[in-house]
């Protein structure tokens, strides 16, 4: 199985910032793309931010500009950094993984348990 450990969620006031970490684990042959997705109360979960395997990655228009999203490869962790964070990104944060297990498998999906991101005005 991959499990994928999140952490760094909390409360911070407008203007602060927050660095999210998820560490994948398990059985793990290669991961293509790691990245975030947020889901608010009443609204459908939205990606945030994606890094793929070749090195680029994508943003939500609504934090290009804020947020910053890495990975270490060599640890299978991918980092979420978020500065000058607003009221409207108060949201659970999770963090999602495409894993190929073994040579042989196909790339599956793998999502986090989810952090608690909650921005005060």
């Known amino acids: 199985q991959v499990q994928l450990v999140e952490s760094g969620g909390g409360l911070v006031q407008a203007g602060g910032s927050l660095r999210l970490s998820c560490a994948a684990s398990?059985?793990?042959?290669?991961?293509?793309?790691m990245g975030w997705y947020r889901q608010a109360p009443g609204k459908q979960r939205e990606l945030v931010a994606v890094a793929i395997g070749g090195g680029s990655t994508n943003y939500a228009d609504s934090v290009k500009g804020r947020f910053t999203i890495s990975r270490d490869n060599a640890k299978n962790t991918v980092y979420l950094q978020m500065d000058k964070l607003k009221p409207e990104d108060t949201a659970v944060y999770y963090c999602?993984?495409?894993?190929?297990?073994?040579?042989?498998?196909?790339?599956?999906?793998?999502w986090g348990q989810g952090t608690q991101v909650t921005v005060s005005s």
């Open positions: 398990g059985s793990i042959f290669s991961i293509n793309a």
């Open positions: 999602n993984a495409l894993v190929k297990r073994t040579t042989w498998t196909t790339y599956n999906n793998y």
